[in-house]
């Protein structure tokens, strides 16, 4: 999701058009025009430029940009992993209570990412672990690609031994070009609908870090494979049973470019109070928007927090048969690409009101304003988390709020006290 905003004043119609074209060599698209104010999507690897010390850009108070500088620090899928497990060890050595621990060793509350190595550096580590449990499916995935490109499963150790310098001491080619990849414990219970899987596309932006400020937007969809599901080992190499990314889909011969195998939303949660029940399908919504603000909260202290940025980011969700939520990366580009009607306007009203929210009632943008825009230019964002708010309202609200949603005898304390239990975004 890539824009820049800036006023140009246009002398010429031939200047105008140099410029366009200058911008499109540059990766701009420009999305909106009006008498003085022109908008641009502006790709990932520009914003480096952009940041860059080298190019020696500097942003004027009327220039907003859609990415942080190092947005990569969520958007990475190894950098993901490693500030979350860096932030539960942090709330571990505070002695929050958010960091408590089950019996056999495992985060209560902030337990939504999955079993996840990166290699090279941590194969032993992985080897270790799957030697607990041979049987075990696990994905590899490219840390710096996107739209399922390089992914495969594996259920042996002999199928990465190729990556594998020497099989004796399990030290790994250490090439520059090699490139780095996370290895994920697979999810073979997914939650599966008409006998196929699917993820959640969500967009979150956020407006700040530090106070951290996010919204969701209500209208993201569910993305279906078009194969059925089958843990099979033998269908460990089929695309289209596993990855629910459309840019895969779409080549299956099953691939129905009407709906484009997706639903909204609002269909998921329909279908879900229907066959589970209303109660279920609330607390499952809500675990969703913690896992959220809580990967959010995990990059905040790291994160460059450039009062010219904002983001809006695409989170993917994979639920499995228990109604237990896990994250599975976030997108810092996700795609605006319309492969059907609703899809089309479903993004374009994406980035209207997203345009509404960085850039209110289209005044000016002014890098200086307090980014809090009042409730009735949101659209269809609602206020996911407002740090400001959640620390007036007491230290230990995201406990009560975690508690009053967890499952098991440890997270149902706030519920079974009878007291209402306050959400740590609204």
Known sequence: FEIMAGKVKWVTDIEKSVLINNFEKRGWIQVAENEDWNFYWMSVQTIRNVFSVETGYRLSDDQIVNHFPNHYELTRKDLMVKNIKRYRKELEKEGSPLAEKDENGKYIYLDFVPVTFMLPADYNLFVEEFRKNPSSTWIMKPCGKAQGKGIFLINKLSQIKKWSRDSKTSSFVSQSSKEAYVISLYINNPLLIGGKKFDLRLYVLVSTYRPLRCYMYKLGFCRFCTVKYTPSTSELDNMF????????????????????????????RLYLESTRGKEVTNKLFDEIHWIIVQSLKAVAPVMNNDKHCFECYGYDIIIDDKLKPWLIEVNASPSLTSSTANDRILKYNLINDTLNIAVPNGEIPDCKWNKSPPKEVLGNYEVLYDEEMAQSDGPDRDLRSRSGQSTGVKGNRARDSGKPVLTTWK
Request: proline share 0%; charged share 15%.
């Open 241 to 268: 049973v596993h990855l629910t990314n459309v840019a895969i889909q779409k080549h299956g011969d099953d691939y129905n470019h009407i709906h484009g195998g997706k639903w909204t939303v609002s269909n998921l």
